[in-house]
């Protein structure tokens, strides 16, 4: 598990949340959430900090994932 997409959806997955609550809870679209998980679009630094918020997750274990492309 070492990009950021697949992370994202083993601690949304660990959570029991679909792609739908995710985008809810941090308030970002559906759509932008399931790009995230394919790795067709890297979130902001911003993005991350809600995303590691809402999954309660160190926002370190996404960002590591960012910073080594």
Request: aromatic letters at 6%.
């Amino acid at each position: 598990m070492s990009t950021l997409g697949e992370k994202l959806k083993f601690y949304r997955e660990q959570r029991g949340l679909s792609i739908e609550e995710l985008s809810l809870k941090a308030r970002i679209g559906k759509t932008t959430l399931e790009n995230y998980e394919q790795n067709k679009q890297i979130p902001t630094q911003q993005t991350i900090l809600k995303l590691s918020t809402v999954l309660d997750v160190a926002a370190s274990v996404f960002l590591e994932s960012v910073e080594k492309k």
